[in-house]
């Protein structure tokens, strides 16, 4: 029998452009080939600086006000969990701060080209570095007990899943000091998608697959370590995103 061209053109010959579009919307990021790739690129240090320019316009001056009023600039050792690969995205204290992350030219980029092997070398860190770098998971530090002054973490919660992310949280606790401090900021739904569609969008298609809202956050940090827990909800770039800060002080 013969083929009707119009007819194969018009209604079977598959548009993969639509069909991702439609695969991604409705089966969700994490299956489809374009998003595995898209993901992948982003592992490159320079692609990463990009993107966030790109989606999160405006963080450095709508940032800066809120990292003045959380972060205490004296402390002498801090630790960043899921560093990624730029040293400027906390405010570096006076002393050391330390980069935990899963990806090694990440963790290169954030220390100017060192990867740290030892961790006792937190307890008495080299006076002609301010960067140390080192490969791990944040669910297992290497460090010692109370090694640190304060532990933080910026946009890192979203890529753990509940159980992962309880593991951390006991990390950076065990690894300050008494009196030392937690402080972590990640990104939360927004209250409703339609007052701010940008923000809803960037968090549906994430590489980070747990973005919570403000109450699923608040019950996570404080279910897994009782204590007393303060937090604010701030918008950190002009495409309406907003972050959880919660900052935590250890007995
Ligand atoms: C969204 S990026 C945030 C990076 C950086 N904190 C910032 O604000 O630009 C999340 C980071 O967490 C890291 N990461 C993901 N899972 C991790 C794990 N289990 N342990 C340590 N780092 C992890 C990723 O490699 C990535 O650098």
Redesign the pocket.
Known sequence: MAVDGRRFFKRERPNFALQYLRISLTAGKEGTWVFKKIYKILEIPFIYRLA?LILVPGANRLLKPVYNKFFNLQLGKVLD????P?SG?TLPPQGWIVG????ES?VRSFTGGFLDQDPQLVLNPPADRRYLGYL????RLPFPDASFDEAR????FH?MSDPEAAAVIREMSRCIRPGGRIITFDVVWPRRAWTRPFAWLICRFD??AYVRSESQTLKLFQETCPGHWTWERHTYSYTGLEYLWLQYEKK
């Open positions: 966030m969990v899921g560093c990624g730029s995205t935990v992350d899963i990806n990440y791990s998971s944040a669910d973490s910026r946009s890192f890529h590489r980070g």
